[in-house]
């Protein structure tokens, strides 16, 4: 069946690097993405990835995947407090988003 | 840049009322879709909409929730008889679907209340 596994919690420090992880069971969606979800708004499109491609670079954002293991991973440089936020991985299958449950990232100043 | 529109942003509301959440998507995109996420939880897909008729829905798209376009801006998802469980922030979403991109372009919610 769909199912999408991320971590709940991550704290950094501002200025260090934050690394979000995601697993998936299903391997047919063409696009992986990344959602980000600030306090009381909705979900913003971060980045995605196309499911051919390793890694996409996009400013600050790095998305690795790992298509044999089902593994994406969103790697945030340079940590922001205004990064702090729910970020969700979601993947699409027949028009249907399936997400994460969200990793809640708390940058510290 | 273009984006989805929801209103309103929040409806609080008694159990067993009706209530009528609407959004305005993309104005050139073709499929709508209503997602749901309950306080805590995943984000869970409702419904899709395409060419005026549902494309799919899931289980908890049960009879006490329509969906309608009723002109051509307009999405609303409305549930008949509101219950405490329908408490959530409920998602519109719509894109074209040119090609493979299938990205979904979000509204920023309703949050929804039931008392």
């Known amino acids: 069946g769909e199912d999408v596994e991320q971590s709940l919690f991550l704290s950094v420090r501002e200025g260090d690097s934050s690394v979000i992880n995601c697993t998936y069971t299903?391997?047919?969606?063409?696009?992986l993405y990344w959602y980000k979800q600030e306090p009381g708004a909705g979900l913003q499109l971060l980045t995605y990835?196309?499911?051919?491609?390793d890694m996409k670079q996009d400013q600050r954002l790095t998305v690795l995947l790992n298509k044999k293991d089902k593994h994406l991973s969103l790697r945030i440089a340079d940590t922001q407090t205004g990064d702090s936020a729910i970020y969700f991985c979601?993947?699409?299958?027949?028009?249907?988003?399936?997400f994460g449950s969200g990793t809640k990232l708390n940058v510290k100043p | 840049e273009p984006e989805v529109t929801q209103t309103p942003s929040h409806q609080v509301t008694q159990m067993g009322q009706e209530v009528i959440l609407r959004c305005v998507p993309i104005?050139?995109?073709?499929?709508f879709y209503w997602y749901r996420q309950i306080l805590g939880q995943k984000v869970e897909f409702l419904v899709s909409?395409?060419?005026?008729?549902?494309?799919?829905k899931s289980e908890i798209f049960d009879d006490q929730f329509s969906v309608e376009r009723p002109d051509g801006s307009n999405f609303t998802l409305k549930i008949r008889s509101t219950k405490l469980e329908d408490s959530a922030m409920y998602f519109c979403?719509?894109?074209?679907?040119?090609?493979?991109?299938?990205?979904?372009?979000f509204g920023p919610g309703t949050r929804l209340l039931v008392l």
């Open positions: 299903d391997s047919s969606s063409t696009y």
């Open positions: 979403a719509s894109n074209l679907l040119a090609g493979a991109d299938e990205t979904q372009y």
């Open positions: 104005s050139n995109h073709l499929y």
């Open positions: 990835i196309f499911s051919n491609m």
């Open positions: 979601a993947y699409v299958n027949f028009n249907k988003f399936y």
């Open positions: 909409f395409y060419n005026n008729e549902i494309s799919e």
